[in-house]
């Protein structure tokens, strides 16, 4: 192999690591962009959770796919983000899943009989 040879090989591998390390630092870049909007969201959806108040009768229609969604409408989010379930003592659980770019976060709230949100660990 002559110095030509090596000095190409040298140069296209330096243009290799080059485009990886750009490709390294957009990835994390994203990551970080993401995360940190994610949780700036969520911030908001406790805000607003704290004063919410949602009547748990139209919870049932609206976990069916209603037009109409005081749940999304009063924590502020897409009806899209919002998983409602119902737990055996029949009180509902809200989950709000958050997605900004590669970031996810998800928040629970637990709805009482007079539709005050307690947010929980998990439904």
């Known amino acids: 192999m002559n110095d030509d040879d090596r000095h190409g090989r040298r140069k296209r591998l330096r243009i290799i690591l080059a485009i990886a390390a750009v490709a390294v630092i957009v990835a994390v870049t994203i ?9 700036s969201d969520i911030a908001k959806v406790r805000e607003k ?6 009547d748990p009768s139209t919870i049932a229609f609206e976990s069916y796919g209603a037009d109409d969604n005081s749940v999304a409408d009063a924590l502020g989010v897409d009806p899209t983000a919002l998983m409602l379930q119902q737990d055996p003592s029949n009180q509902w659980c ?4 958050i997605s900004q770019l590669t970031s996810s976060q998800s928040v ?3 709805v009482s009989d007079n539709g005050v ?3 929980i660990d998990n439904c």
């Open 31 to 39: 990551s970080i962009v993401g995360s940190r909007q994610v949780d």
């Open 49 to 54: 959770a704290d004063s919410a108040t949602i």
């Open 94 to 97: 809200v989950t709000v899943k």
């Open 108 to 110: 629970y709230f637990n």
């Open 117 to 119: 949100l307690s947010e």
